[in-house]
């Protein structure tokens, strides 16, 4: 019986979770993005032991995971954990963060002060999406169904929130958070 179960399991995940073909997905990291060396959450917590792992960053998928897409990133073999958006299936997933351009060349044209808040991983007034995007990441689809909602929900920790408001020409109007956390977020 234990071993008709596991062997169920394992057939459910290899049908949930197909083989990826070796040029499948490559590019570049899409945004910012936090890593302890193993693991890349799609809530990108920051948090002590965590590194940066910059927007344009040349990386390949490799094979999926359960909720991960196994990537070989940044010189070593890592995984983008879908810990938050499984809604959003994997492959999709995956080519939500590998990019096949490189973000940097479009970064290069904005402005001193949005290129100085995406190269520290925080956000600025006047920012449109895909410019908070490369900054911070993708906010998580679990709390943020609509990609384009007037009011887009990210966190710095599991008990840090922070809103990012966007006006009618869909550009960064208001940075919602507690003051303290607003000087760790916001570059102003």
Known sequence: MFIRFVAGTLLATAIAAP???????EGYLCCNMRTDGKWISDINYAGSGLRVIPLGTPVKATGYGRYRVHVDIDGSRQAIGNDYSRDIDLPAFARRYIVPEDPRVRMAGFPSRIRQAIESARVTRG????????AVGYPVSSEN????ANVLRFWRDSFSEFQLVFDE???VKDIVAEPTLLNLVVLD
Do not use: G, H, V
């Open 19 to 25: 083989a990826l073909a070796q040029s499948d997905i």
């Open 127 to 134: 920012m449109t999406r895909e410019q908070a995007f490369m």
């Open 145 to 148: 169904p609509e990609l384009n």
């Open 169 to 171: 020409e869909d550009k």
